[in-house]
């Protein structure tokens, strides 16, 4: 069973806080995905698959599914900051160095089992399970130490499962609480590392024993490592890998150099020797001894610690999101991403043949003559037709051609379906196809009629390909009122279609073509103007007589006429009243001014008097497009009424 425990460098200030433990929230899986304030270890257990995430601030323990969905938790575990389960997956340790204690949880339902307290006011910090105990580090950044619990022994036989002081170097000993790890195939060795103030030190130590043993001993100044923020022992190998980059050999008892990964701030080793390493702000994943990753998972925010799955299907990674830090499954870590680009002409003729180029290629070498799905998606094949495939060439380029048969916007989608060592990749890339530029007209543009006349608008569509089908939409003048389809439908024999519009305003009548798979979308406009209804009555008058050829309406020279006019209403509209008066043989302006239409349309006026008779005078209601208060209609000039004053 493979430890992980995070380093100095991540752990965050201890929370005194009450010891007692109580499981907060168990259940069935959640939705929510496990998160942590501050990393306080991580472990994964294969027998029950859940992975354990101490949170160092908050004093608790979360327990997730495989895919990082919280299903249980546990408050009360002061301090906590590593975390490692037994060989057998059944019981969970946690390190809590706020309460000076290794605390025995059951795996399977965090329950407390049983609390080992450390005789020490520097620990325990880190923890790992190797020979059947528990091993802990204690100390200050001057002196540390390893210890152990002994889960077997009788709490009543008076032993103390506990015991202190098991470095086997005492001087110089290890700085500080030092990092812990351990590999599974070999099942009696810690690797232990630490930096100090002026040197670090790491050891190899075998605890398979009665007693400890050194089995290799470095102590320097930083010369072989340039500092100790992370140590993994390698699978298969006599080797250490230090801050997840640097790998050092220990077969003679000594630490030297044996090579490097290409960067990395720390690192999880899975049992079959994969190396998950954090670089940055991505995962990479690496074979022993790689120069390139298998691949990489890019985490935006960095990742805090990491461990693998023990059958080392996934890795589990704690990476920084709002604040925290959320437990993400990273899954196919074995299965290489490859890169595949599609390169095809920005534009093209329709019905001409076009090339499109690319290339597939992977850090990790790709089958001999892989195939590449292609798939064109144009208007004639909305859900995509499949091209034939392709071979990729030796060096990972292809090429093929194809004739569009549409036009408009083309997409060329190529993939790759993965192999047994690759993941699916696929990529696109878009031609613009120009369409043919069809005839569409629209008559009676800048017509004027009378209001309520009932217009038929003929929109005229030239050759398609397919469609024949035109909208014909009339949007009226005025914020009130929607534009409106009137009618759709395929065009007559002759290319025309009709919709009548009842001209009451200036109206916007718009022809729509949609197109189709090589003819291009047209829309045309005509707009038409509608005249108001203008009517004026006469009150007051004692009779009508024409004067000449002319009808006039006769008022004693002391009665003031009353001229009441009609107007189509619009919210805020006002009629303009023209008054003239004949002298000499001519007419002449009085008067104009703009007076307001109420809500049933009527506007009355009163004239005064002239107090002589032989006056002659006339007037009429006038709606001016813009001055009258709104724009809804064209202007539209009523009738003169002719008045004459006696005595």
Known sequence: MRTRSISTATALAVLFSSAALSVVAAGSASAASA????????VADGALKRVFVGDRSAGKILAADYTGALVDSVSGVSGVSGLVVSDDGATLYAAAEGSHEIVALDAATLDVKARYAVATDTGPRHVAFAGGKVWFTYGDQWDGNLGSVDPAVDPASGTDAVTLGQFPQPSPGIWGP??????????GLLAIGQTGISTDSMAVVDVSGT???????YWGDYTLNQGIGDIDLVPGAPEVLVNGMQRDAYADGKFTAAGAYPSGQRADIAADGLVAQVSGAKVAVYRPGAAQPLRTYATTSGTADLTWAPD??????????????????????????????????????????????????????????????VTRTDLESPSGKALPAVTV??????????????????????????????????????????????????????????YGADVSFTAHLGSTYKNRTVEI?????????????????????????????????????????????????????????????????????????????????WFHKSTDPLLTTTMTYYKGRKQRFDLQ???????????SEYFPIGTNGK??????????????????????????????????????????FSK
Do not use: C
């Open 178 to 187: 030092a990092l812990l790890d351990t590999d599974p195939s070999a099942p």
């Open 473 to 553: 939409w009339a949007n009226p003048f005025g914020g009130d009122k929607p534009n409106k389809l009137l009618k759709t439908g395929t065009v007559n024999s002759s290319g025309n279609i009709s919709a009548t519009v009842d001209m009451t305003r200036d109206t916007e009548v718009t022809a729509v073509f949609k197109g189709d798979a090589r003819t291009a979308p047209r829309t045309v406009k005509s707009t038409a103007y509608a005249r108001v209804k203008i009517s004026t009555a006469v009150s007051k008058h004692y009779k009508t007589a024409k004067i000449g050829s002319t009808s006039y309406y």
């Open 35 to 42: 998160a942590v304030a501050s990393p306080g270890g991580i």
């Open 603 to 644: 506007s009355a006026v009163r004239l005064e008097a002239p107090g002589q008779s032989g006056i002659r005078a006339r007037m009429r209601s006038v709606y001016v497009n813009g001055s009258s208060g709104d724009t809804v209609n064209t202007t539209t000039y009523g009738s003169w009424k002719y008045l004459y």
């Open 393 to 450: 060439k030796a060096d990972g380029s292809y090429t093929f051609t194809d004739t569009p048969p549409a036009g408009g916007t083309v997409t060329y989608k190529v993939a790759y379906a993965g192999d047994a060592g690759h993941t699916a990749v696929s990529a696109s890339d878009k031609v613009s196809v120009p369409r043919t530029k069809p005839t569409l007209t629209l008559n009676k543009n800048g017509n004027v009629y009378n």
């Open 312 to 373: 080392s299907s996934r890795i589990f990674a704690l990476v920084g999101t709002n604040g925290g830090y959320t437990l993400k499954a990273l899954t196919d870590p074995t299965l290489n991403v490859p890169s595949l680009t599609v390169n095809a002409p920005s534009t093209a003729t329709r019905g001409k043949q076009l090339t499109v180029t690319g290339k597939l290629s992977a850090t990790v070498p790709l089958p001999s003559g892989a195939k590449l799905q």
């Open 581 to 591: 008066v004949y002298s000499g043989g001519k007419w002449y302006s009085a008067d």
């Open 211 to 217: 007693t400890t043993q050194l089995t290799a001993w």
